[in-house]
């Protein structure tokens, strides 16, 4: 009875143990199944982690690239309006009316002071302005007598008016008008007895003509005085005014 006894007990062990093995080993498998299954978990979770962080970093640099294309674009509009504005700033057109004092090509001198008759030679030399007038509109301003086939020609003695604008510290005329009528210098004239006379001057009492009633001295020095001109001759005097001075432009005898 022992023996077989012996026999049912080491089988039940063998059984239990062989059972144990078999049961260790479906745990490690199944242990194994899910560490697989929870590393591809992992694995996919780090992939969908890693495209988000791709995804991201392109949304990143498009943002960058956007901003960065606005800003050029920003700048240059920027630097499209500051030339703009500086070209609307030097091209601002100013209108002025003159004398021509002098023309060479396309460039003009111009006495603003005076838009009119000289009132003695070379007035406004001094003071001449100088325009371009390469591009600019010609017209003729029509007056009695007006031609409509009249040329606008340029030229010293003539009152114009004048379109501009300031480039580059040089006056560019874009439109110049005239009514191609030559001033003449203003001159006066007036007769009357001498009553001093010297080498550069003579002294007459005016009784006719502008300054009439007046004892005026006139400077002779750029005029011929006729030889039979004495103290007491009657004489008509043309002449010019500068700076308070009467210059006589020719003398003449009164024959009574």
Not at 51 to 70: A, F, H, P, R
Not at 125 to 134: A, Q, S
Not at 143 to 167: A, F
Request: with cysteine; hydrophobic share 30%; proline share 2%.
């Amino acid at each position: 009875m022992k023996k077989p006894l012996f026999v049912a007990v080491n089988f039940f062990m063998i059984t239990c143990l062989l059972g144990g093995c078999t049961l260790t080993k479906t745990e490690e498998k199944k242990d194994k199944e899910t560490s697989e299954i929870i590393q591809s978990d992992k694995d996919v979770v780090e992939e969908e982690k890693t495209g988000e962080e791709v995804l991201q970093g392109d949304y990143v640099k498009n943002e960058i690239g956007e901003g960065s294309s606005n800003n050029v674009e920003q700048e240059i509009g920027t630097q499209n309006q500051m030339e703009e504005n500086a070209d609307n700033t030097i091209k601002q057109e100013k209108v002025v009316e003159g004398y021509v004092l002098e023309t060479e090509g396309n460039i003009i001198i111009v006495d603003l002071e005076n838009s009119g008759g000289r009132n003695y030679p070379e007035e406004g030399l001094d003071r001449g302005v100088e325009f371009d007038i390469t591009n600019a509109e010609k017209e003729v301003i029509p007056t009695s007598g007006y031609l409509e086939d009249r040329e606008c020609r340029i030229r010293t003695g003539l009152t114009v008016s004048i379109t501009y604008y300031e480039e580059k510290g040089r006056n560019i005329v874009t439109k110049i008008s005239t009514d191609n009528d030559e001033k003449e210098m203003i001159v006066y004239v007036s007769s009357g007895q001498i009553q001093e006379l010297t080498d550069e001057t003579i002294k007459i009492h005016v009784d006719e003509g502008d300054n009439n009633g007046e004892s005026i001295v006139f400077n002779v020095s750029k005029a011929s005085m006729p030889q039979e001109a004495s103290v007491n001759s009657l004489i008509t005097v043309t002449y010019y005014m500068k700076e308070n001075t009467y210059y006589a432009l020719s003398v003449s005898c009164i024959v009574p």
